[in-house]
């Protein structure tokens, strides 16, 4: 993880934020004694084994073996790492997190990085106004994009002459390395470096924080590709960002109600400059996963623009399975054939083209849909096979409630039985798209019975746990007594610390105890005295089985000093056990 969030602040947002209330926003649950219950959505199941505990402040799956802390729920639902869920649980709990302070070298490289972008983006710009980005002032007036817009945009000019970045970093090895690094130089076969962007208009390209990661650039003659981004590093992954997104923030004042997703960076240009602030471009890729989970923390809504051609309805086909996979559902809105965002805006004004967004339909809808009117024009021997397929893709939504009214949905439009394509659906009876993780792991606990037991007594409760810590039990797995005495210590903070103690430990050991956990506390004091006194007899019987051995060895030598001390020392070993004297 390249972001260490202080323990504290973990902490502070575990005691603000009801694990129940995140919870309920994806999976329905009806209150079962002192836990919620429902259905998991991790896999398929008719019966609720799905259980959580808002006083232990984690979940456990009874079918699946799924559980941990609000963060590992966010984290496997949302497929979120570590610090997106800690962000995703703080904004609820309104809790503002301390700037990302990833691990100091790498921190400070990125930070070069960044720095050395904005560099070149002022220095893109300054040549766009200049004398020598006439010629691409000239093309941006063609287009219908006024300066303000660009200069907003802070676009920006590359020379022809391929050097001329090359040459404003001569004597400065580092800083043209690094150049190489993010994409703003190649390098030659001879060695040399030369200006990755040549002849080009350059649209600087600035993640959600407002901080450049990369470009995109259109070229003004016949050179091919027409448009070409920045190589992928680790700074700019295409997959990964938007263009556009920080004007989307300003515009809806940090959040926005919708957001507009759209193919080109002239299309947000064109948009944005007749009044049509929230649209973002996706760079030259299909939408993807990551695409949709960064639109859905800014704006609850998300609209994506297509074509209203051929290709742009296979498009959003396909975007059907990107929503089933994020688990975030978009709207489809379709411009008349031939036109783009850009074309249509300028030609018929933001008025038409607000009507177009207004008539959005869910993609699930449109899927479904465009399904039913390939199997109406179908064979009959087809019709099988085009449901199969609508079964299939169904199997990629993972909240099963979704999913069901989907499958019905389908199976209405398909005019087939709702109850085969739902066996296809499921996976026959498993969620087969269901995070791999959420399958249960076999591999068994390290250390003994009586410790694993000792744990799941002391997550009991705090008072077991602190009993437990006075005993002083003879843990033989290190790894085990350290968890010991991390259990004890996160109780001083609460059920929620302990739960996050569990994230951290082997899955298998963490169901094994998240399960006992939620058993009935009398029972688990009995289980932790038996336990305590199992270990102290494992820890003692070497030393008495070596006192016996002794003993007997000195029976035939005669040694009645030696014997006496020996039999002190199996009398005190056997009293500890439990027993009044040596056998």
Known sequence: MSWKIPEATLQEIRDRVSIVEVVSGYVALRRAGRNYVGLCPFHTEKTPSFTVSEERGFFHCFGCGAGGSVFAFLMRIERLDFPQAVEAVARRAGIELPAHRAEPAAAQLRDRWVQLNAWAAEKFSRCLWSEAGARARRYLQQRGIAEETARAFRLGYAPASGDWLARALEGRAEAAAAAVRVGLLARRESGGPYDWFRDRIVFPIPDSRGAIVGFGARTLGDTQPKYLNSPESPL????????????????????????????????????????????????????????????????????????????????????????????????????????????????????????????????????????????????????????AEVA???????????????????????????????????????????????????????????????????????????????????????????????????????????????????????????????????????????????LREEAERPVREAVLAELRGLGAQGDPQRERELLRRAQAAFARKGHGSAP
């Open 236 to 387: 700019f992954r295409k997959g990964e960002v938007l263009y556009g997104l920080p004007h989307v923030r300003a515009a809806g004042g940090g959040a926005a109600s919708e957001v507009v997703v759209v193919e080109g960076y002239m299309d947000v240009l064109a948009l944005f400059q007749h009044g049509i602030r929230n649209a973002v471009a996706t760079l030259g890729t299909a939408l993807t996963a990551s695409h949709l989970r960064l639109l859905k923390r800014i704006a609850p809504r998300i609209v994506v623009f297509f074509d209203g051609d051929r290709a742009g309805r296979a498009a959003a086909l396909r975007a059907f399975g990107v929503c089933a996979e994020a688990g975030i559902w978009a709207s489809a809105a379709f411009l008349p054939e031939g036109d783009d965002p850009d074309s249509f805006v300028r030609q018929r004004g933001a008025e038409a083209t607000r009507a177009l967004l207004d008539c959005a339909v869910p993609i699930s809808d449109f899927y479904l849909d465009e399904m039913r009117q390939r199997s109406l024009q179908a064979p009959i021997e087809e019709r099988a096979q085009i449901a």
């Open 392 to 534: 299939r893709s169904l199997r990629r939504v993972r909240d099963p409630i979704h999913r069901d009214v989907l499958v019905h949905a389908a199976a209405e439009r398909l005019a087939i039985g709702e109850d085969a394509l739902r066996a296809v659906a499921v996976g026959r009876g498993r969620d087969a798209f269901a995070p791999r993780e959420a399958a249960v792991k076999t591999e068994p606990p390290v250390g003994t019975p009586a410790e694993v037991q000792l744990l799941e007594a002391m997550a009991q409760s705090r008072e077991i746990a602190r009993w437990v810590c006075e005993q002083k039990p003879d843990f033989r797995s290190p790894d085990l007594a350290r968890c010991a005495a991390r259990l004890a210590q996160a109780w001083t903070h609460g059920p929620p610390a302990v739960a996050a103690v569990l994230d951290e430990l082997p899955e298998a050991l963490a169901q094994r105890i998240r399960a006992a956990s939620l058993g009935d506390e009398t029972d688990a004091w009995q289980v932790a005295r038996d336990c305590v006194e199992r």
